[in-house]
């Protein structure tokens, strides 16, 4: 019975990617939500088994077997459940970057953005003015990153690697702490 639910658990969950049509989306929702459900069960059941077990006091090398078989089908389970969730359209899909390690030549990464394209042939210097694409990329913690606190009216912005100190009304650049990532 547990397999063949965790097997069925499986194929919901296998088989959501690849409905990905907005009009697929909401029986997917209803979908995973069951699975989700069915899943809660399942942990459930085992460990009320578990408890069982430790009550009676005798747990046989076999039931010990078959409860630790049954907590990694669960345990399989829900990583597949959170693989399902987190498989969106970012950066992991996109072909250019099938297969390649390390850093992604031609983007930056927007902590809380994911990554985004360089602006080539920008210089960042003392003068100058932060582009508004990248004024919204504050800083929010400077000491964290070895940076002095920005004077009234100012903020830290993180930019293509570097923290530019950047005037809130104007985006005039202050200062450059260059490679500062």
Same mark, same amino acid.
């Given at each position: 019975?547990?397999?063949?639910?965790?097997?069925?658990?499986?194929?919901?969950?296998?088989?959501?990617?690849?409905?990905?049509?907005?009009?697929?989306?909401?029986?997917?929702?209803?979908?995973? +939500?069951?699975?989700?459900?069915?899943?809660?069960?399942?942990?459930?059941?085992?460990?009320?088994?578990?408890?069982?077990?430790?009550?009676?006091?005798?747990?046989?090398?076999?039931?010990?077997?078959?409860?630790?078989?049954?907590?990694?089908?669960?345990?399989?389970?829900?990583?597949?459940? +959170?693989?399902?969730?987190?498989?969106?359209?970012?950066?992991?899909?996109?072909?250019?970057?099938?297969?390649?390690?390390?850093?992604?030549? %031609?983007?930056?990464?927007?902590? %809380?953005?994911?990554?985004?394209?360089?602006?080539?042939?920008?210089?960042?210097? +003392?003068?100058?003015?932060?582009? +508004?694409?990248?004024?919204?990329?504050?800083?929010?913690?400077?000491?964290?990153?070895?940076?002095?606190?920005?004077?009234? %009216?100012?903020?830290?912005?993180?930019?293509?690697? @570097?923290?530019?100190?950047?005037?809130?009304?104007?985006?005039?650049?202050?200062?450059?702490?260059? @490679?500062?990532?």
């Amino acid at each position: 019975m547990k397999k063949s639910l965790l097997v069925a658990v499986a194929v919901l969950t296998a088989a959501g990617p690849i409905a990905t049509s907005a009009a697929m989306a909401q029986p997917r929702d209803r979908e995973v +939500r069951e699975s989700r459900r069915e899943l809660r069960e399942e942990r459930r059941e085992l460990r009320d088994e578990r408890h069982d077990a430790r009550r009676d006091g005798v747990v046989t090398p076999r039931e010990r077997r078959a409860i630790e078989r049954d907590r990694q089908d669960v345990r399989e389970a829900r990583r597949e459940l +959170r693989f399902d969730r987190r498989r969106a359209e970012t950066w992991r899909d996109r072909a250019e970057w099938r297969a390649y390690r390390g850093d992604r030549q %031609g983007y930056w990464y927007a902590p %809380g953005y994911g990554y985004r394209p360089y602006m080539r042939s920008y210089a960042w210097r +003392r003068g100058a003015y932060v582009p +508004r694409a990248y004024r919204s990329y504050y800083v929010q913690d400077p000491y964290y990153y070895g940076l002095r606190a920005p004077p009234r %009216g100012h903020r830290w912005v993180y930019a293509d690697g @570097n923290f530019v100190l950047m005037a809130l009304a104007t985006g005039l650049i202050a200062e450059v702490v260059s @490679n500062g990532w």
